[in-house]
């Protein structure tokens, strides 16, 4: 009888020690309406961090063109791009580069930004597409540009 009680206490210690499925599926029902109630939120927040770092990185290499144009007396042609700013000009004693501390790099979707100079908006044009990588779009997928 002794035993019978002893093996009893431990079976119902290792019962109370673990959960059961119906408590499992409850947390995993809540977790997931709580993913599904912040993850929308989060990642429209990442979206606008990229535009957010697209403006910035057009206003960077903007402040840089100007510093160019006041040493060389023009902006870099489309040929010559934003490469240019990094990389001396052949054979031209004003170049006092580098205006960019490294080479351009690509937009937050990976793509090159877009150089033209002379641009159609002005002297020249620097911008993005956005994340659909195709001129026009509204939110995210609006175009980033200098002018």
């Given at each position: 009888m002794f035993h019978n009680l002893r093996a009893r206490a431990r079976h119902t210690r290792a019962v109370?020690?673990?959960?059961?499925?119906?408590?499992?599926?409850?947390?995993?029902?809540?977790?997931?309406?709580?993913?599904?109630?912040v993850g929308p939120r989060f990642f429209s927040q990442v979206g606008k961090s990229e535009v957010k770092t697209a403006q910035a990185q057009i206003t960077a290499f903007g402040k840089a063109l100007d510093q160019f144009r006041l040493d060389m007396g023009r902006y870099p042609t489309s040929d010559e791009g934003l490469g240019v700013l990094v990389e001396r000009v052949a054979g031209d004693p004003r170049w006092n580069g580098p205006y960019l501390s490294k080479v351009a790099?690509?937009?937050?979707?990976?793509q090159a930004y877009v150089y033209r100079s002379p641009g159609e908006h002005g002297e020249y044009d620097l911008m993005s597409y956005g994340k659909d990588r195709q001129a026009g779009g509204t939110g995210e997928n609006q175009d980033i540009v200098s002018w």
């Open positions: 109370a020690r673990g959960f059961t499925l119906l408590e499992l599926l409850v947390v995993m029902v809540i977790i997931g309406l709580l993913a599904g109630f790099p690509p937009d937050p979707w990976g």
